[in-house]
């Protein structure tokens, strides 16, 4: 029996040691080097956020990020420009066939969820529309407030400039290819928007949850309602989880294969506790370990 009883010692020792080996032989995280990262202007600000507590906390590393909307951080990504791309809508047909095309396999991170909110004036006695409204609002066949109860005066819609992902997404899930935001103004930002809505009695917008920040009083966000008889549905933390509220999305940093090196080292800390209380703080809602 003593005999037995050392054998199981020393064999612990061994698998003891075998494991420390394995775990010691890792490769550490890389923490030096350069990244190019563009895309997403959503995206933009609460990525930059990220990127310099990295850098602070690891000082040879060298981290641009840069917006241009999501089209754009694609397209470089794409043609080997940069090194992470950021989209806030998913990547389309045509740029999924361009990299099956040049043997590129795209891995995509989720680094927050955001909702497209719907902002009108904070004088607007509306509250609450259909996509079916937002449709005819967008493609010019609503054009006066008093139709939807809104008061008096002309609509005013607002958009994001052709190639933004919250465009994207807005056009694919309100429009859904009956018509063109022909009536609307373009703005390049989200902020600039919500901004011109906070100025403008009779302008409605779309924005992403980030930019309405510090805006409480200046605007109203409108519940949505997916058919006219459905239940109207705000963008919060529980509904943009669930995916409950209509207009949820994921914003995705895009690497082309694996990540690795400082890319990987990066997007892990987006994802941690750190990156993750970033996002929270931006006004996004933060990625839960093991939600689906």
């Known amino acids: 029996m003593p005999w037995v009883a050392v054998l199981s010692v020393a064999t612990a020792l061994v698998v003891a040691l075998v494991a420390w080996y394995f775990y010691d032989s890792r490769p550490a995280p890389v923490t030096a080097g350069s990244l190019q990262i563009m895309g997403s202007e959503t995206m933009r600000p609460v990525v930059t956020v990220c990127a310099e507590t990295f850098m602070t906390s690891n000082p040879q590393a060298d981290i641009i990020v840069r917006g241009g909307g999501s089209g754009d951080g694609m397209a470089a990504l794409l043609h080997g420009m940069i ?6 809508r998913p990547l389309s047909p045509k740029e999924l066939g361009f990299a099956t095309s040049k043997g590129i396999d795209l891995t995509q991170v989720e680094l927050a969820l955001d909702g497209v909110a719907i902002v009108v004036h904070r004088t607007n006695p509306l509250r609450e529309l259909d996509l079916d409204q937002l449709q005819a609002i967008w493609s010019g066949q609503l054009s006066q407030w008093r139709e939807l109860g809104g008061g008096s005066g002309d609509i005013q819609p607002l958009a994001r400039a052709k190639g933004s992902g919250t465009e994207e997404v807005f056009a694919e899930r309100v429009l859904r290819g009956r018509g063109k935001a022909v009536t609307a103004r373009e703005l390049p930002t989200n902020e600039a928007i919500v901004a011109e ?3 403008q009695p009779n302008a409605i917008g779309y924005t992403g949850l980030g930019a309405l920040r510090g805006t409480s009083g200046r605007v109203h966000v409108l519940a949505i309602r997916t058919t006219p008889q459905s239940s109207p549905v705000l963008p919060t933390l529980d509904t943009v989880r669930s995916g409950s ?9 895009v690497s082309a294969g694996t990540p ?23 006004g996004y809602v933060e990625i839960v370990a093991g939600a689906p």
């Open 83 to 88: 090194d992470i791309g950021m989209t806030s």
């Open 260 to 282: 690795s090196g400082l890319a990987a080292s990066f997007i892990a800390h987006c994802k941690g506790p750190a990156g993750q209380a970033l996002v929270k703080r931006a």
């Open 197 to 199: 809505v906070a100025a």
């Open 245 to 253: 509220y209509p207009l949820t999305r994921a914003l995705l940093l």
